[in-house]
């Protein structure tokens, strides 16, 4: 099914490791995002990518980079993971309406991290 | 800059009553664009409808219905004859037309709203 492919669903870290949180869209979409979800808090974007090549910082990226590979492909890493990024990571895509504004996200199903 | 506001945290009802989901929006734009998601309790993100700021027409969707009111910076959700399907968490978004970055619009979230139907 064409959709929003992320992985892994669960991963644990202790404090100070690396990973990196794979993304990847099968619709053309142009435009990528990061999000993550906590307890009280909304969604709040990470980082996101409105085209292929380009990257930019969300409202909270402290911690993060991101590489949008080519356009289907749009990573996060956590460099050294701390307590405070446990949560759960959402990747999403969209494609960019023509007269502006931004059609619904397509959502990935979510990486629910934890750092011990 | 752009808010938005889901003042019921939690809602829970009884099967077959309707409910309303409250979503209060602020910006300064003229054009913007307001959506609704669903996300049940496995845990994906269902994009439900978006509507743009010069369409105050109600939308209905088989139980869904949305009332958008621009004097009262309002994109009220509700469902009729909810069913123990419709639990949720329910998130209200508002994306303002100004382009950032790259064409980016950016999207703002509520904190959602949890809704429980008690079968």
Known sequence: NAGVTQTPKF?????????TLQCAQDMNHNSMYWYRQDPGMGLRLIYYSASEGTTDKGEVPNGYNVSR???????????????????????????????????????????????? | AQKVTQAQTEISVVEKEDVTLDCVYETRDTTY??????????????????RNSFDEQNEISGRYSWNFQKSTSSFNFTITASQVVDSAVYFCALSEAASG??????????????????P
């Open chain 2, 33 to 50: 664009y307001l959506f609704w998601y669903k996300q049940p309790p496995s845990g994906e993100l269902v994009f439900l409808i978006r």
């Open chain 1, 69 to 116: 590979l080519n356009k289907r492909e749009f990573s996060l890493r956590l460099e050294s993971a701390a307590p405070s990024q446990t949560s759960v990571y959402f990747c999403a895509s969209s494609e960019k309406a023509g007269t502006g504004g931004t059609y619904g996200y397509t959502f990935g199903s979510g990486t629910r991290l934890t750092v011990v």
């Open chain 1, 11 to 19: 991963q644990v870290l202790k404090t100070g490791q690396s990973m």
């Open chain 2, 101 to 118: 970055s790259g064409g980016y619009q950016k999207v703002t979230f509520g904190i959602g709203t949890k809704l429980q139907v008690i």
